[in-house]
């Protein structure tokens, strides 16, 4: 079975002391007042950010116009890896839920660290992986679970966001 959100591993406590301090030392610190926006969707993709405190909500807008919800990231979780690596654009907007902060690396920055310590690219490609799972088995529920069994599971990792931050 997979871990819930609220179990996944935090990107810092994946690394060893050395390698943590050295993220550290090229991390920008960011605070956020709930509801403003860290990021749009489309803005480049210049930096990875870890929350250290917090709620962060990424979300994508419908062809609709509504906003959609994709996930809820708590301390120790990071986002905007994949704009970050590649270069890229973002492909959501991530906002502050709560009075948040995080730890800011550049693109640069990243790029030096990844070149002198391969542990961290590794946390980074396994972070992207469960990114990819997690998706996954909401696409499979959102195909074949009732509303009300969808409901109640994000309600259930919401309030164990909640918990831990």
Known sequence: MQPSDAERRSILDALDDQERRAVRRLTRRRRFA???IIFHEGDPGEALHIVTRGLVGI??????GDLAM????APGDGFGEGAMLTGGYRTATAV??????TLSLSRADYEE???NRPAVTQIIIETLSAQVQ????HLLEALHLPVETRVLRRLTTLAELIEVS
């Open 59 to 64: 979300r994508v807008g419908t062809i609709y």
């Open 70 to 73: 994709l996930t809820v990231l």
């Open 34 to 36: 709930s509801g403003e």
């Open 96 to 101: 502050a839920l709560a009075p948040t902060e």
């Open 113 to 115: 660290l990844a070149a």
């Open 134 to 137: 997690r998706l996954t088995v």
